[in-house]
């Protein structure tokens, strides 16, 4: 008997636990035998009936309604109507609502934790929840000149879009809209469970028809930068099949941390693909930042949406074709067009500060550094014939004295000797490797790099590989921890030309990371001390901008490189030409963002318009994109109006592309 009871209960428990179908099924049954039993009953001791069918049926309307409790007559038939009408409570009632509402809740459990698929066409997919994830979406949202344009260009009204997150929770919905705040639009995210390396998870997303498809990394994953450019890769050979029809694979932003991998990515994946190698991005905007000090408010501006200052993609029109590029300055007023970008038979291939006459051709698409997309519409006057100035313009006079002088002076590096710099590199992650190379790029310059870190320095050094012979480069590896004050101090921040707080990706999370550097700069601060002496340039690196608030109000200069990298995902998958000017831009040997003294360009003592400086600055090579005091190294104004007067003196600087 014991066997037997314990097999009927494992049939009964695997009879529920197949859904809630089965469940009703077991209730039903359970509501036949008990209005069975309570016929028989009364057919044997009770009155007034003539058959077994009408007495089940008397039974079964008492087990489902208590209405009819008060008709019955004779004690038998009212004491087993009482029991049935209990029974009915229990079984019928009971046991139906809690298994309608158990059936529910699973239901909305799954719902909400997204595993139904998405039906959609032309929306936009983010593959894996990374500390990029939140400021893509904002990005998104919030660009609304831009999408309006990729939605047209996709035939489709509204944006859409579907992240596919390893879990999804009520919790993780709840922080992205606090982190999305008023650009937070509940019906244009969706939200689904999975992971990039499964086929059937991208069709849960239907990433084969969408109209871009993002994948971040995963900075602080499990087996650090080496295994989230594997998933990536992976990814790739997942979303690389073929759509509905034999339509070609969806376009993809990847980012990729390593600069070999990036080049197997374009290998393997047969559509359109664009890759963001973040470390060699960011490394690029520190070693610049090390040589440019200043520069981090300039990146700032330009690479997030919190500044206003943005650039922008126009096409143009076929008219226009084999115009010089110098006349057409004066067709944006509100904007500053910096250069174009030429799509060959093999890439998109950047011109950016090209020469006056360099000659548009059909295709060509602008690019303009504006405060929004409105900015960037053309005045619709024809273009001047006179390299970009108006009729009946004053053309700036050629510069004279000081400002000739230093224009014809040698570059940096040039000449005699070279130009040396001595920089502190606190803390290790895996974007050190490429800071050396960015270093190791500059010909005539000479850097010596001194890496502490509590990282073992055998493990640095097998990462860092070997650098170029010619490269001018010297690297020591310092076993320390810089968040004790006396190794510290021992290094003698204080003799250095820049040091440089690094975030730490070997540790669980970006905001433990944060932490640290955090306690390094304070630390950092209290060794420097309050001397008169010359101080090192101070960058830091951050994974959070919540987290810049707390630096106080001092002059250091914060990158904060997972919303750079958010931005530019963002932005190359609303407008692909975009990625051949960050390449440019934020690559060795291209163009490069500077500061250059105003009385480079314009004698000192006058008060001019920037369309002045700009005008001048021109007549150099080179494209003036804003000003900046040196007085106020943290206040950079770019894209300024026109007509906005400077006084040119040895204060005042211009923010320069060359």
């Known amino acids: 008997m014991p066997r037997l009871l314990q097999r009927f209960t494992f049939r009964i428990e695997r009879l529920l636990v197949r859904g809630a179908q089965y469940r009703l099924l077991l209730i039903a049954a359970a509501i036949g035998l008990i209005s069975i039993l309570g016929g028989a009953l009364v057919l044997w001791a009770g009155t007034g009936f003539g058959h077994f069918g009408e007495a089940t049926w008397w039974a079964f309307l008492r087990l489902t309604d208590p209405g009819y409790l008060g008709d019955d007559v004779g004690t038998v038939n009212r004491v087993v109507s009482t029991v049935l009408t209990v029974l009915g409570y229990v079984v019928f009632l009971g046991a139906l609502v809690a298994v309608m509402t158990q059936a529910l809740n699973e239901r909305m459990a799954r719902l909400e934790s997204g595993l139904t698929p998405v039906a959609r066409d032309d929306h936009v997919v983010i593959l894996g929840w990374t500390n990029r994830t939140e400021a893509i979406i904002r990005e998104l949202l919030a660009s609304r000149r831009r999408v309006r344009s990729f939605l047209r260009r996709h035939g489709v009204r509204d944006?859409?879009?579907?992240?596919?997150?390893?879990?999804?929770?009520?919790?993780?919905?709840?922080?992205?809209?606090?982190?999305?705040?008023?650009?937070?639009?509940?019906?244009?995210v969706t939200l689904r469970s999975g992971?990039?390396?499964?086929?059937?998870?991208?069709?849960?997303?239907?990433?084969?028809?969408?109209?871009?498809?993002?994948?971040?990394?995963?900075?602080?994953?499990?087996?650090?930068?080496?295994?989230?450019?594997?998933?990536?890769?992976?990814?790739?050979?997942?979303l690389g099949r073929p759509g509905r029809g034999g339509d070609p694979p969806p376009y993809v932003v990847a980012e990729i941390f390593d600069r070999e991998k990036a080049l197997l990515a374009e290998h393997i994946y047969p559509g359109e693909l664009e890759v963001v190698s973040s470390h060699a991005v960011v490394s690029r905007l520190l070693a610049q930042n090390v040589r440019h000090p200043g520069l981090s408010q300039v990146y700032t501006q330009l690479l997030t949406q919190r500044k206003g200052v943005d650039l922008f993609i126009r096409e143009i029109d076929d008219e226009r074709r084999g115009t010089a590029f110098g006349d057409l300055y004066r067709l944006y007023p509100r904007a500053i067009l910096i250069g174009l970008v030429r799509a060959t038979a093999d890439d998109l291939v950047p011109h950016l500060n090209p020469p006056s006459d360099f000659r548009l051709a059909s295709g060509d698409r602008l690019v303009l550094l504006a405060h929004s997309y409105g900015h960037t519409d053309p005045d619709g006057r024809r273009p001047s014939p006179r390299g970009g100035e108006a009729r009946g313009a004053a053309t700036p006079p050629e510069p004279t004295g000081g400002a000739a002088a230093a224009s014809s002076a040698p570059a940096v590096g040039a000449g005699a000797g070279k130009h040396e710099r001595r920089v502190l590199i606190l803390g290790w992650n895996h974007k050190v490797p490429a800071l050396v190379e960015e270093f190791a790029s500059y010909p005539g310059e000479r850097f010596t790099l001194d890496v502490a870190s509590a990282v073992p320095p055998e493990e640095r050094a097998r990462h860092l590989g070997r650098l170029p012979a010619d490269a001018d480069v010297a690297v020591t590896q310092v076993h320390a921890d810089?968040?004790?004050?006396?190794?510290?101090?021992?290094?003698?921040?204080?003799?250095?030309?820049?040091?440089?707080?690094?975030?730490?990706?070997?540790?669980?999370?970006?905001?433990?990371?944060?932490?640290?550097?955090?306690?390094?700069?304070?630390?950092l601060r209290q060794a420097l001390g309050g001397g008169a002496g010359p101080r090192p340039t101070v960058i830091v690196e951050l994974l959070d901008p919540d987290n810049v608030r707390l630096l106080g109000e001092s002059e250091t200069e914060v990158i904060i490189s997972p919303l750079i990298v958010s931005h530019m995902l963002a932005q190359v998958a609303l407008r692909r030409e975009l990625q051949a000017v960050f390449d440019d831009l934020f690559t060795a040997g291209g163009a490069d963002i500077t500061f250059r003294p105003a009385t480079a360009y314009v004698p000192a003592g006058e008060d001019v318009p920037f369309s002045a400086l700009e005008?001048?600055?021109?007549?150099?090579?080179?494209?003036?994109?804003?000003?900046?005091?040196r007085s106020r190294p943290g206040h950079v104004d770019l894209a300024p109006d026109r007509a906005t007067r400077q006084r040119v003196s040895d204060d005042l600087e211009i923010v320069i592309l060359a």
Request: charged share 25%.
């Open 159 to 188: 944006l859409h879009v579907v992240v596919l997150a390893r879990t999804v929770t009520a919790a993780l919905a709840q922080d992205l809209r606090d982190a999305i705040g008023e650009a937070w639009e509940e019906h244009r």
């Open 195 to 238: 992971t990039a390396l499964r086929p059937e998870h991208l069709d849960r997303v239907d990433a084969v028809n969408a109209a871009a498809v993002i994948i971040p990394a995963a900075e602080y994953g499990e087996g650090g930068a080496d295994r989230a450019d594997t998933h990536t890769i992976k990814a790739l050979l997942s």
């Open 482 to 523: 810089y968040t004790a004050l006396d190794q510290l101090a021992a290094m003698e921040p204080h003799t250095y030309d820049a040091v440089l707080l690094m975030g730490s990706d070997w540790l669980g999370s970006s905001e433990e990371s944060d932490a640290r550097t955090l306690l390094g700069f304070l630390l």
């Open 615 to 629: 005008a001048a600055a021109r007549q150099r090579g080179h494209t003036a994109l804003g000003v900046r005091s």
